[in-house]
């Protein structure tokens, strides 16, 4: 929908969204998106249903599929915990929020020159998430790149971990919603300086 973060469909396309473990249809919440597209782009080949690999919140609704998108599933973090699936970090969420900040090493300024590190094909990621278990303590670990040593402007790094972590731990559908913060998660945030993430480098297309 124009201007907003809603999505909603063509009519040639029929969506669904998908519990992430049963994989049946659920009216509202967290899913995976599964898209079949109908006449007239199918009429010399077979109809399929397919998952597209997002993760998507539904927006109930009685007209057509609506839905907000949260990141590609094998990028955002969760678990699953007496039966039920538990959300932790959402990366669309985390991208939107990083945008705000000039200090991360998006781009580096030179004199009277600017140089994009490219982030769509072959590139080194300057954000890293990392997630393991750790005793009964689930530890969420983002690695942030920054344009400069975090140690040369403490109070700044300061901010912007505070920053993050409070927006993080009010996102809607996540153990953090509403102000909780169970004791058996940890979400850290860690900078570092240009190059220190030390990450393999990613190819999108």
């Given at each position: 929908?124009?201007?907003?973060?809603?999505?909603?469909?063509?009519?040639?396309?029929?969506?669904?969204?998908?519990?992430?473990?049963?994989?049946?249809?659920?009216?509202?919440?967290?899913?995976?998106?599964?898209?079949?597209?109908?006449?007239?782009?199918?009429?010399?080949?077979?109809t399929?249903?397919?998952?597209t690999?997002?993760?998507?919140?539904?927006?109930?609704c009685?007209?057509?599929?609506?839905?907000?998108?949260?990141?590609?599933s094998?990028?955002?973090?969760s678990?699953?915990?007496?039966?039920?699936?538990?959300?932790?970090?959402?990366?669309?969420?985390?991208?939107?929020?990083l945008?705000?900040?000039?200090d991360?090493r998006?781009?580096?300024?030179?004199?009277n020159?600017?140089?994009?590190?490219?982030?769509?094909?072959g590139?080194h990621?300057?954000?890293?998430?990392?997630?393991?278990?750790?005793g009964?303590?689930?530890?969420?670990?983002?690695?942030?790149?920054l344009?400069?040593?975090?140690?040369?402007?403490?109070?700044?790094?300061?901010e912007?971990?505070?920053?993050?972590?409070?927006?993080?731990?009010?996102?809607?559908?996540?153990?953090?919603?509403?102000?909780?913060?169970p004791?058996?998660?940890?979400?850290?945030?860690?900078?570092c300086?240009?190059?220190a993430?030390?990450?393999?480098?990613?190819?999108?297309?």
């Amino acid at each position: 929908m124009r201007g907003s973060d809603v999505f909603v469909l063509d009519p040639h396309l029929v969506g669904e969204v998908l519990d992430y473990d049963s994989r049946r249809p659920v009216d509202g919440g967290v899913g995976l998106l599964a898209l079949t597209n109908l006449h007239p782009f199918v009429q010399l080949q077979p109809t399929i249903r397919y998952l597209t690999g997002d993760l998507v919140r539904r927006i109930p609704c009685d007209g057509p599929l609506r839905f907000q998108f949260l990141g590609k599933s094998k990028n955002c973090i969760s678990r699953l915990r007496n039966g039920t699936r538990e959300w932790l970090l959402f990366s669309a969420r985390l991208n939107d929020l990083l945008h705000q900040f000039g200090d991360i090493r998006t781009f580096d300024r030179y004199s009277n020159l600017v140089s994009i590190c490219d982030r769509s094909l072959g590139s080194h990621p300057v954000v890293q998430v990392t997630s393991q278990e750790i005793g009964n303590t689930m530890l969420v670990r983002i690695a942030i790149e920054l344009r400069y040593s975090p140690h040369g402007r403490p109070l700044r790094v300061a901010e912007m971990k505070s920053q993050i972590l409070r927006a993080l731990e009010n996102t809607p559908d996540t153990v953090f919603a509403g102000g909780r913060k169970p004791e058996d998660v940890d979400l850290d945030v860690v900078f570092c300086g240009p190059g220190a993430t030390n990450a393999p480098i990613v190819v999108k297309i």
